[in-house]
């Protein structure tokens, strides 16, 4: 069974009212939606906002539903330059911008992981990069339609890192100081490399979508409240579903 997350029911919303649920399943105090999409087994859930409640989400994903891999899709904070509101960008690479055991482990380090960046499964990843761009070029009449409203013309795919804390990140001197310090970073958001670190543990494959709701800067939370209510949801769904659609 297929696992598709995300944090906030906007996120999900279009994705979900495509499937009819089959089983409603209650863990953790979170709703586990089973049913098909595209012909495959699938099981949608919502994580809730941040790197503990997404932890949470995917062990009881890999532990008592046995997902055989989890597809992360949801908004994020622009930072790398050239990613702008309404771009895509598949992650490469996760980290958790906000862990520092330094001087006992180099910063961002994962004590007993030996390593700071998780890599998502370039399968997936590059199944759900391909779906971006098709779908970014010729958007859906609804989606095309929640772009021109928010006055995006030309949105683009990117892949690379994407780095995660328990922080939304909204002002102009926090994202340039994200910037300073990881400067290959390309967004920021607040779940995927939680996700990435316990998929490991798991040993699961995984891969992590994010539509640009914001530039992590002092707009952030206009944007981002915008974004949500009129893109998000659509460019998740028709992303998704393509991905599916092409193995
Ligand atoms: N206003 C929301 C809270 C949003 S937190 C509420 O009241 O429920 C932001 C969510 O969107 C997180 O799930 C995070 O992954 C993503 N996100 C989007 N832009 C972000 C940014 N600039 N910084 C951090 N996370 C961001």
Redesign the pocket.
Same mark, same amino acid.
């Given at each position: 069974m297929l696992a598709i997350v995300s944090? +906030?029911p906007p996120e999900l919303a279009a994705l979900k009212a495509l499937m009819p649920t089959d089983q409603i399943t209650t863990v953790a105090g979170r709703r586990f939606h089973q049913g098909q999409l595209a012909g495959q087994d699938v099981v949608l859930a919502l994580t809730g906002? @941040?790197k503990v409640a997404a932890a949470a989400t995917a062990a009881v994903l890999c532990q008592h539903f046995q997902a055989c891999a989890l597809l992360f899709t @949801?908004?994020? @904070?622009g930072l790398g330059e050239g990613v702008t509101v309404g771009d895509v960008v598949v992650a490469d690479a996760l980290l958790q911008h906000d862990l520092d055991v330094s001087p006992l482990f180099p910063r961002w380090v994962v004590p007993g992981k030996g390593k700071d960046r998780f890599a998502p499964n370039p399968h997936w990843s590059e199944r759900l990069r391909r779906a971006a761009h098709a779908v970014l070029a010729q958007p859906e009449p609804e989606l095309a339609q929640g772009l021109a409203a928010f006055g995006l013309h030309a949105p683009r795919c990117h892949q690379g890192l994407i780095i995660?804390?328990d922080?939304?990140?909204?002002t102009t001197a926090e994202?340039q100081a994200l910037r300073n310090l990881l400067p290959d970073a390309l967004a920021?958001? +607040?779940? @995927?490399a939680a996700v990435a670190q316990v998929c490991a543990d798991f040993d699961r494959p995984f891969a992590v979508l994010?539509t640009v709701?914001?530039?992590?800067d002092d707009q952030?939370?206009v944007d981002?409240?915008r974004f949500?209510a009129e893109v998000a949801a659509e460019m998740a769904r028709d992303i998704v579903l393509k991905a599916l659609l092409n193995p």
């Open positions: 944090a +906030m906002i @941040g @949801g908004v994020a @904070g995660s804390g922080r939304f990140v909204s994202s920021v958001e +607040m779940e @995927g994010r709701s914001d530039r992590a952030a939370h981002f409240e949500l």
